[in-house]
Every structure is written in structure tokens, then in C-alpha cells.
Nanobody, 126 residues
Framework: QVQLVESGGGLVQAGGSLRLSCAASERTFSSYATGWFRQAPGKEREFVAGISKSGGSTSYADSVKGRFTISRDNAKNTASLQMNSLKPEDTAVYYC???????????????????WGQGTQVTVSS
């Protein structure tokens, strides 16, 4: 099981930017599809962005498309989520997730992921 640790959350004003990082414990991180999810108080966890194990394919929720960018560096066993033009509705706990993947596809369903980080809080003030 790969262990994931998120960092980079914080408080930012609307229109600002944050970059979240996800550090994986295994050198085989390149075998894992990776995704970012978020959960706001009183709401279900939702998909934000996903990236295939090779980094060649990505997918985004409509609510963040054009503002967020997911990337990964398999040599460093990390994944990142660059968040620009943040809105108050982006406020949530953000989670990094990973699942071992035989083929290079993007995984968007939370139930498909087997490994989760502890989450990092992102708060966007208006």
C-alpha cells in the first residue's frame, strides 16, 4: 500500500492561487493512477481532477476546468494540483488518492481508489 501525504493547503483570498502537493511513499508511484478529491462541510466527497499513471491523460470536474491543473513527477513520486482563480466555493478539505493501474487511464470514481491521504484544508475567503 502506498502512503500519501498532502501539503500546500491554506487560506487565500478569492482570485488567488494555491499549489497542493501529494508525496507518495513508494518508488512504484508510476504504477498508480492518481486523483484529487475534495469534501466541503455537509457535502459528499467529489472528484476534482485525475491523472493517469504515465501522466499522459488528465480529467477535470467541470467546476474546476480551466482553473486547476493536475500534474505528476514520477521521478520524485509526487503529484500536484495547481489551483488558480480560486473561488469561495472551492473551500474544502482536499484529498490525494491513488490506485494501482494496469493500463494508463484516468480514474474518476472515489470508490475505485484504494489509497488516500489525510487531506489538507483549503479555505478561500470572499
Amino acid at each position: 500500500q502506498v502512503q500519501l501525504v498532502e501539503s500546500g493547503g491554506g487560506l487565500v483570498q478569492a482570485g488567488g492561487s494555491l499549489r497542493l502537493s501529494c508525496a507518495a511513499s513508494e518508488r512504484t508511484f508510476s504504477s498508480y493512477a492518481t486523483g484529487w478529491f475534495r469534501q466541503a462541510p455537509g457535502k459528499e466527497r467529489e472528484f476534482v481532477a485525475g491523472i493517469s499513471k504515465s501522466g499522459g491523460s488528465t480529467s477535470y470536474a467541470d467546476s474546476v476546468k480551466g482553473r486547476f491543473t493536475i500534474s505528476r513527477d514520477n521521478a520524485k513520486n509526487t503529484a500536484s494540483l495547481q489551483m488558480n482563480s480560486l473561488k469561495p466555493e472551492d473551500t474544502a478539505v482536499y484529498y490525494c488518492a491513488a490506485v494501482r493501474s494496469v493500463i494508463a487511464v484516468v480514474v474518476t470514481r472515489a470508490s475505485s481508489y484504494t489509497n488516500w491521504g489525510q487531506g489538507t484544508q483549503v479555505t478561500v475567503s470572499s
